[in-house]
């Protein structure tokens, strides 16, 4: 199970690394083991501004269809188009490849209440 010491994690398993103004989100990959298999990723908020914890999208594994949640405000820039042919990205590469969104961050001070790694890994009992 990894957990990368580079980036912030939520307590609804989102991942989010920054870059500049921009905030690359995806799930983590505890996240993606407890779904399975991953067969669709639905984003329709591209280019609407979302607020911390507002539903941002679904994503849809062969038993369940969970909801994404934005773990900072702003707004959706990108959605992954790569996930439309191939949403099993997100099982094999969940922090790389497996990316879902990019936001551009509206109050970057809600980066100071999410978990850091050692938070994360305490949360999912590593």
Not at 65 to 81: A, C, H, K, Q, R
Not at 102 to 112: C, F, I, Q, R, Y
């Amino acid at each position: 199970m990894s957990v990368l010491d580079n980036l912030k994690y939520t307590k609804d398993h989102e991942w989010i690394r920054v870059e500049g103004e921009t905030a690359i989100v995806g799930i983590t990959h505890f996240a993606q083991s407890e779904l399975g298999d991953i067969v669709f990723v639905e984003v329709e908020t591209e280019g609407e501004e979302l607020e911390q914890h507002d539903s941002f999208g679904t994503i849809e594994a062969v038993k369940t269809v969970s909801d994404l949640f934005m773990p900072v405000s702003g707004e959706i820039l990108e959605f992954n188009t790569a996930l439309e042919g191939n949403p099993e990205l997100i099982n094999n590469d969940p922090y790389n490849d497996g990316w879902i969104i990019k936001v551009k961050m509206t109050d970057p001070a809600e980066l100071d209440g999410m978990l850091s790694a050692a938070d994360y890994k305490s949360l999912i009992g590593l």
